[in-house]
């Protein structure tokens, strides 16, 4: 489908970015080695590095924090101690390489990642020079109880380049009771854990590719899912569409009226980044299947933490919506740049069937 095609590429333009910050801040970071030493870790404990200098701050927003080696028993209180110090704040990126160890740790770690809407990736440590040898571009690994503490991510990148994540694959029935739990805590279909391998002969460990973590729901890469709303308001049809990703939430909502649908776009991403996009923005839109719809000069505002744009929706034109693969809400600056969002809707299409069948006929009583 190209509509899926197009956000597939975009993530794996994410993905490239991820990448390119990563090295580029492991560069700098090296010039500060005195600074970044890893924590004191055992031979045969999580080792846990907190990047949290101006330049990864500057660029990632949040710190980056890596752990590596096997997962210990001790490593989640150690964890919670940076976690109460200030030193792993909320929404933190957290980097897994290890071979596993403690299942019971990994979703204790899982649980702290999830309760301070941290995202998980796989990646190699940045050590300082005076560790020895400084592992750059380096191959990750997570499997078993770190594959676990993966799942715990709000927000989880899949696999991508040579990096290799690992999950036990025994059936949901003779699976541990307190993994299953945890599983269903973290909102992942045992059925997501169980497989074979392209032989056919049972295989204790399954290693997914990017796009099987994405189909299972293993990985999330940045997006949670969409979430589509149709009821009566006040008697009349109301339609609202809402996800929310790692740079926001998003919304897109459509209320039934005489001359058509009122359409309202909220893309919350802060009140200072909403004012100041707002203050660039000489041109918006709403966009449907990637095409430019009821554009205006200017046609932005800034609402408490949001960029909202407002049309009305004209009621003959409305099936492109029912029949919609992607909608979206973009301002453009001076440059020709863009800030907005846009989330695919097939998922849906029977939430926006009604919400339109509902809408023409309210207007045909009307008349």
Not at 252 to 266: D, H, R, V, W
Request: aromatic letters at 8%.
């Amino acid at each position: 489908m190209p509509y899926r095609n197009t956000f597939r590429r975009a993530l794996c333009r994410n993905l490239v970015s991820l990448t390119l910050l990563a090295a580029f801040v492991g560069t700098a970071q090296q010039a500060h080695a005195q600074k970044k030493a890893p924590t004191g870790a055992a031979p045969n404990q999580l080792a846990m590095q907190v990047n949290d200098d101006r330049m990864t701050l500057s660029m990632a927003r949040v710190p980056q924090i890596y752990l590596y080696g096997p997962i210990d028993s001790d490593a989640p209180r150690r964890f919670e101690l940076l976690v109460k110090s200030g030193k792993i704040p909320t929404g933190s990126d957290i980097y897994l390489n290890s071979p596993g160890g403690s299942v019971d740790a990994g979703m204790a770690l899982g649980r702290m990642f999830r309760q301070g809407s941290m995202t998980t990736h796989l990646g190699t440590p940045r050590l300082p020079k005076r560790a020895g040898t400084v592992v750059v571009n380096k191959s990750a690994l997570c499997e078993s109880a770190c594959a676990y503490a993966y799942l715990g991510g709000l927000y989880r990148w899949a696999a991508s380049g040579s990096d290799r994540i690992g999950f036990p694959t025994y059936p949901a029935q003779h699976a541990p009771e307190q993994v299953n739990a945890y599983l269903k805590e973290m909102g992942i279909a045992d059925a997501g854990l169980t497989a074979t391998t392209a032989t056919g002969t049972d295989d204790p460990i399954l290693w997914p590719t990017a796009d099987q973590m994405i189909a299972k729901g293993l990985a999330n890469n940045g997006r949670l899912d969409l979430v589509a709303t149709y009821k009566y308001m006040q008697g009349t049809p109301y339609l609202e569409l809402k996800q929310d990703d790692r740079n926001g939430e998003h919304k897109i909502t459509l209320l039934c009226k005489p001359g058509g649908a009122e359409l309202t776009t909220y893309d919350t991403i802060g009140t200072v980044r909403a004012r100041q996009t707002v203050a660039r923005a000489v041109h918006s839109y709403f966009e449907i299947n990637q095409q430019e719809t009821l554009p205006q000069q200017a046609g932005a505002t800034a609402v408490d933490q949001s960029v909202m744009i407002q049309r009305i929706y004209p009621l003959d034109q409305l099936q492109h919506v029912a029949s919609a693969q992607a909608m979206g809400a973009w301002v453009r600056d001076r440059t020709g740049l863009r800030y907005g969002f846009a989330f695919e809707v097939v998922g849906v299409r029977k939430v926006l069937n009604d919400f339109y069948n509902a809408c023409s006929y309210a207007t045909q009583q009307r008349s």
